[in-house]
């Protein structure tokens, strides 16, 4: 009897390491495991510091609070490629009014108000004239693109205040206040998605439109919020963003429509909608900054790093999926 | 228990094609896996040529030492191959070369964080944006990292010094070059790279106010910006020559701008008779319009010098030397007529 209750003991074990093992996460994990590795062994002296393991997560919060708000996106059926220039006119905005001695607070507010209108607007073209999401917000990305060129002319706008500069440069204790600011958002929104109605009818909109619509769903108005929403996290990130460049660059955002996607698909975002992850999201984020930092302390050339870097991303994306026991 | 296995096999060969790609690629001539450095007191270094110290003994000790570009370009490239034949001919320093992609300022700032926890002795950076780069630079410096600023210089930070081409100035000569060449009278158009890029617009503020100052009868009908894309910068060219077609001269203050030009005017079969193309940089597709006749005349930085200087300024300060604030290492009209002597 004793041994017949081991024995169920250690099935009930393997079946609980079975299930762990075919999460997506835990598989991206161990990925993430021998890449830190592979760098313990190659750099054990320059990896392994705490000033480059805080460089890490501080050069990947940016892009992982974005990813977030692509992750949404993507998981309701649609795709983003205005967030880096929704996040890039949020801080000119904000470093415009600064510079011109408005109050911190309505210059802070009215910048991130921009991004979450690009969101809101986004949503109404794409569920009211039902342009596809591909084109609308491209399309955006070039009107917000254009109005950080007409608001700068060109020119970089210096950011002085003090708040702004902190939340990007300053610690607590060894751990950066942007990198804080990003882990409450990726524990916040993973919360939502995963536990609370608005996360269900998020996945349900992405899974099947028509069978969420005739399911009781209000469709159009979930795919508002969830724009107007990723809209707020670009508003977040442009904040952000000042204060890491101490400036408004018109050019601040350039490239985090695509990280964002890569992170974001890297996490095991499904591109088609329905399903997906914000902790896969996170270590996609962090996977894609750890590719990035070693190849500078590996001192990989610059001419090849992106070439590698892309290797790497279709590497693991095609283990994952060969290895994958639920894949179709 | 198969699949299992089938993972276990896949995962390892993971780790060894992750690990295979980082060795094989180690950039700079370096393999990523090479040993430290070993000791090399007693092997005699060349003497490096102070730049402003003298008798100086030469730096033996293992440095390591970056190169920062504002984005990847050919333009670069001469630094590149003077600073590595310099480094190899000193025999104790090792380079790394690193740029953003695309100019991108953030990632420009990723680098110079990597390379201050590495721990390099010495960075030179031509920054993208230097408002943003400025504390980035400041922490290398207070980390004991030797800094110095080249092509587009970073003044407000405790960079030692700057090298390369003073831009207003090189503005003002392009403008006596222009003026020269079409007579002190005409219209020109103008494109920009980037447009927040501080080199260039030193440079066009250098061309604007010697036209207004010393020729009064040379218009800039237009200016615009390409974003340093070559595709963009095309069709942007093409709708400023639509919109000012009694243009005589197109000039580009950027390194997409010659390209852009060459394209244009082989596309409507232009030669430098019909219009001028006058242009900075003696990017090799620059001096090739030259050859062809199209260009008329190119404004070169010296760029082939910049490795070495950057080179020779870092060890000077690790040395305990200084170095001077402002290094301007000037620019040279080239014309078909000098095109293969300029560089002597």
């Avoid at chain 1, 591909?134 to 009107?143: K, L």
């Avoid at chain 1, 902790?279 to 590719?291: D, K, M, P, Q, S």
Wanted: proline share 4%; hydrophobic share 45%; net charge negative.
């Amino acid at each position: 009897m004793f041994a017949n209750s081991k024995s169920i003991n250690t099935t009930r074990t393997q079946e609980y390491f079975k299930f762990v093992f075919r999460l997506k996460e835990t598989r991206l994990f161990l990925f993430l495991l021998v890449m830190v590795a592979i760098m313990a062994v190659l750099r054990p002296d320059t990896f392994f510091t705490s000033q480059n393991l805080f460089n890490i997560l501080r050069q990947v919060s940016l892009i992982t609070i974005v990813a977030v708000s692509q992750t949404y996106v993507i998981i309701s059926g649609g795709i983003d490629l205005s967030v880096g220039f929704s996040l890039g006119l949020c801080g000119i905005i904000i470093s415009y009014l600064l510079d011109a001695g408005f109050n911190p607070v309505l210059s802070i507010l009215a910048g991130i108000t921009a991004s979450v209108l690009i969101g809101f607007v986004n949503s109404l073209v794409i569920t009211l004239v039902k342009l596809p999401p591909f084109i609308v917000t491209i399309g955006m990305a070039y009107i917000a693109r254009g109005l950080a060129f007409v608001i700068t002319e060109g020119f970089t706008i210096r950011v002085t205040n003090q708040f702004v500069s902190g939340i990007a440069n300053e610690y607590v204790g060894p751990i950066p206040v942007m990198t804080i600011i990003m882990l409450v958002i990726v524990v916040i929104f993973s919360y939502i998605l995963s536990s609370t109605p608005f996360g269900m009818k998020t996945k349900a909109v992405g899974g099947n439109i028509v069978a969420a619509r005739l399911s009781g769903i209000n469709t159009t108005r979930h795919r508002i919020l969830v724009h107007t929403l990723g809209g707020l996290l670009c508003g977040i990130a442009g904040l952000l963003m000042i204060g890491r460049l101490n400036a408004g660059n018109p050019n601040a955002g350039m490239n985090y429509d695509v990280d964002s996607i890569a992170a974001t698909v890297v996490g095991g975002t499904s591109m088609t909608g329905g399903e997906g992850s914000i902790l896969g999201t996170l270590l996609g984020a962090v996977l894609l900054g750890v590719i990035r930092n070693a190849l500078v302390l590996l001192k990989v050339s610059m001419y090849w790093q992106t070439v590698v870097a892309g290797s790497i991303i279709l590497l693991v994306c095609s283990v994952d999926n060969l290895t994958n026991k639920d894949r179709k | 228990m198969k699949k299992s296995l089938v993972f276990r096999i896949l995962v390892t060969a993971l780790a060894f094609a992750l690990a295979f790609t980082f060795v094989a690629c180690g950039g700079s001539g370096e393999s990523a896996d090479q040993p430290e450095p070993e000791p090399q007191e007693e092997q005699p270094a060349p003497k490096p040529e102070p730049a402003e110290t003298e008798d100086e003994p030469a730096p033996a000790e293992k440095r390591e030492y970056a190169i920062v570009y504002p984005v990847i370009h050919q333009f670069f490239d001469p630094v590149t191959e003077g600073a590595e034949a310099y480094a190899e001919e000193l025999g104790n320093i090792d380079l790394i070369i690193q740029a953003p992609e695309a100019g991108s300022v953030q990632q420009q700032i990723e680098i110079m964080e990597n390379l201050i926890s590495m721990k390099v002795d010495g960075i030179a950076i031509g920054s993208t944006d230097p408002e943003a780069l400025a504390p980035y630079i400041d922490q290398a410096v207070d980390a004991g990292i030797q800094v110095v600023t080249f092509d587009t210089d970073t003044p407000n930070c405790k960079r030692a010094g700057y090298m390369g081409t003073m831009n207003y100035e090189a503005g003002v000569e392009m403008a006596h070059v222009i003026a020269k060449h079409l007579g002190g009278k005409g219209g020109v158009i103008i494109l920009q790279d980037v447009p927040t890029q501080g080199n260039l617009v030193e440079r066009l503020q250098g061309i604007q106010d010697t036209m207004a100052a010393e020729y009064p009868d040379i218009k800039i009908l237009d200016v615009q910006s390409g974003y340093a894309d070559p595709a963009k910068s095309v069709e942007v060219l093409e709708a400023m020559i639509e919109a000012n077609p009694d243009f005589d001269c197109f000039t580009g203050i950027g390194g997409a701008g010659g390209p852009a030009g060459i394209a244009v005017w082989k596309q409507r079969g232009w030669t430098s008779e019909d219009k001028k193309i006058i242009t900075f940089d003696n990017t090799d597709e620059n001096i090739d319009g030259l050859r062809a006749g199209i260009i008329t005349a190119l404004v070169s930085q010296r760029q082939h010098m910049w490795g070495k200087i950057i080179i020779d300024s870092l060890n000077t300060l690790l040395d305990g030397g200084t170095i001077p604030e402002q290094n301007d290492t000037g620019v040279i009209e080239v014309t078909i007529e000098n095109i293969d002597t300029y560089q002597n």
